[in-house]
C-alpha cells in the first residue's frame, strides 16, 4: 500500500535553532518527492522537489534529503525564524497510468518560539 | 504569473444543504485537482481532471459529490446535501509537467466549509 509517514507530528523549537523533519514512504514506482510548506488558513507552497537521482536539494534555508534505498527523506531547516511556523508536508508522486498517483503526508506541524 | 484563484474563501451552511466551489488554475495548466483537507491532516485528492477529462475520482464520494471541468479551464465542486464531516479545507490546485516527467503543483488558498 502507498504510504507517506511524517514524524514528529508536531514540533516547538526556539528561533535561531535548527531542526530536522522526517519523512518515509512506501510508494512504488516512485517518482518524485516534494517538500510542501503550509501556513495556517493557505495553501500549501512547493519548498524542493527531488527525483530518484538527487539526493540533496536546498532552498534558502531549507535543505531537502532523499534516501531512494531506504525510502527516507528529511528536512532541515536551518537558523529557524518565527516565519517558519506552518505545517510541513511531505508529498511523494509514483507513476500511474495517465499521469502520476500523488501521496501526500499528514504533516509536521512546527511551532517557532520567540 | 497569477496564482490558483479559489472562492469562496469560507462558507458556512447546515447540514443536508448544497454548496459550491470555484476555481480557476493557473493559465495553461492542463491539469486541476480538487483536496479536501480536514483539520490536522494532509490534503486527501477528490478528484484529479487532464484538460476537461476526469483522470481519478476514485475517492470522491460520487452519491454527494460532484465536479466539473467544462471547457477544460475553471472547475466547481459541489457538495449535495452535506454533512458534518463534509466540514474542511477545499483545496484546488493546477499543474504543468516540468522536464516531461515531474508532475509541480500550485495551490490555490482554499474554501474553508463549515458544516453546522
Known amino acids: 500500500k502507498n504510504q507517506v509517514e511524517q514524524s514528529p507530528q508536531s514540533l516547538i523549537i526556539l528561533e535561531g535553532k535548527n531542526c530536522t523533519l522526517q519523512?518515509?514512504?512506501?510508494?512504488?514506482?516512485?517518482?518524485?518527492l516534494r517538500w510542501y510548506k503550509q501556513d495556517t488558513g493557505r495553501g500549501p507552497v512547493s519548498l524542493t522537489i527531488m527525483t530518484f537521482s538527487e539526493n540533496t536539494k536546498s532552498n534558502g534555508r531549507y535543505t531537502a534529503t532523499l534516501d531512494a534505498d531506504t525510502k527516507q527523506s528529511s528536512l532541515h531547516i536551518t537558523a529557524s525564524q518565527l516565519s517558519d511556523s506552518a505545517s510541513y508536508i511531505c508529498v511523494v508522486s509514483a507513476a500511474a497510468t495517465g499521469g502520476f498517483k500523488t501521496i501526500f503526508g499528514a504533516g509536521t506541524r512546527l511551532f517557532v518560539k520567540a | 504569473e497569477a496564482g490558483v484563484a479559489q472562492s469562496p474563501r469560507y462558507k458556512i451552511i447546515e447540514k443536508r444543504q448544497s454548496v459550491a466551489f470555484w476555481c480557476n488554475p493557473i493559465s495553461g495548466h492542463a491539469t486541476l485537482y480538487w483536496y479536501q483537507q480536514i483539520l490536522g491532516q494532509g490534503p486527501k485528492l477528490l478528484i484529479q481532471f487532464q484538460n476537461n477529462g476526469v483522470v481519478d475520482d476514485s475517492q470522491l464520494p460520487k452519491d454527494r459529490f460532484s465536479a466539473e471541468r467544462l471547457k477544460g479551464v475553471d472547475s466547481t465542486l459541489k457538495i449535495q446535501p452535506a454533512k458534518l464531516e463534509d466540514s474542511a479545507v477545499y483545496l484546488c490546485?493546477?499543474?504543468?509537467?516540468?522536464?516531461?516527467?515531474?508532475?509541480?503543483?500550485?495551490f490555490g488558498p482554499g474554501t474553508r466549509l463549515t458544516v453546522l
Open positions: 490546485a493546477s499543474s504543468h509537467l516540468v522536464r516531461g516527467r515531474i508532475d509541480t503543483q500550485y
Open positions: 519523512c518515509n514512504y512506501t510508494v512504488s514506482p516512485f517518482s518524485n
